[in-house]
T-cell receptor, first 116, second 112 residues
Framework: AQSVTQPDIHITVSEGASLELRCNYSYGATPYLFWYVQSPGQGLQLLLKYFSGDTLVQGIKGFEAEFKRSQSSFNLRKPSVHWSDAAEYFCAVGDPNAGNNRKLIWGLGTSLAVNP | DAGITQSPRYKITETGRQVTLMCHQTWSHSYMFWYRQDLGHGLRLIYYSAAADITDKGEVPDGYVVSRSKTENFPLTLESATRSQTSVYFC???????????FGSGTRLTVV
């Protein structure tokens, strides 16, 4: 069965420090991969997505993610974190062969705190 | 305004009452989804719809009913609310050719 694991429930970084949030998936082939961010009291916003091609994907707000097939990972990175990046981050996978079934499989999220 | 809107933002209801959460999107996206978000469980799919008049169950559909008579609306009804349905509910939509979801701001439902 497809699954998504975000090993870190909570991460704290200092403002200006680099960030890497981990995401591992279990899937028979290469899935579609997504990172979403949820600010407190808000809905989720798409940061970036990977369908195929270049394994380094650029997203909004200065985020990037790298797909590593050999590790079944899609880790999210940012070189310098800002206090406004404090939020919950969700990794999700989709099935490219799903047809009309566009359901995503979600990780449980990583809560990011940023120290001033 | 273009976007996806959920109403109400907050709702308190009593056990056993019927309550409907509304979701409206202005993009004519084909796909719409209802999720609930609970601590420790992440996002769980309740129901989804691939188009008007086409709906299907997600992983936690019991106690919920949906309809989609128009592309832009996807209401979620709790037929007889229970305390276990206290949660934050998110609606999302996605265009036919895409996979990225756009989420509403959520409805925080408390069942007392």
């Amino acid at each position: 069965a497809q699954s998504v694991t975000q090993p870190d429930i909570h991460i704290t970084v200092s403002e200006g420090a680099s960030l890497e949030l981990r995401c591992n998936y279990s899937y028979g082939a290469t899935p579609y991969l997504f990172w979403y961010v949820q600010s407190p009291g808000q809905g989720l916003q798409l940061l970036l997505k990977y369908f195929s091609g270049d394994t380094l994907v650029q997203g909004i707000k200065g985020f990037e993610a790298e797909f590593k097939r050999s590790q079944s990972s899609f880790n999210l990175r940012k070189p310098s974190v800002h206090w406004s990046d404090a939020a919950e981050y969700f990794c999700a996978v989709g099935d490219p062969n799903a047809g009309n079934n566009r359901k995503l499989i979600w990780g449980l999220g990583t809560s990011l705190a940023v120290n001033p | 305004d273009a976007g996806i809107t959920q109403s109400p933002r907050y709702k308190i209801t009593e056990t056993g009452r019927q309550v409907t959460l509304m979701c409206h999107q202005t993009w004519s996206h084909s796909y719409m989804f209802w999720y609930r978000q609970d601590l420790g469980h992440g996002l769980r799919l309740i129901y989804y719809s691939a188009a008007a008049d086409i709906t299907d169950k997600g992983e936690v559909p019991d106690g919920y009913v949906v309809s989609r008579s128009k592309t832009e609306n996807f209401p979620l009804t709790l037929e007889s609310a229970t305390r276990s349905q206290t949660s934050v509910y998110f609606c999302a939509s996605s265009e036919r050719g895409g996979y990225g979801y756009t989420f509403g701001s959520g409805t925080r439902l408390t069942v007392v």
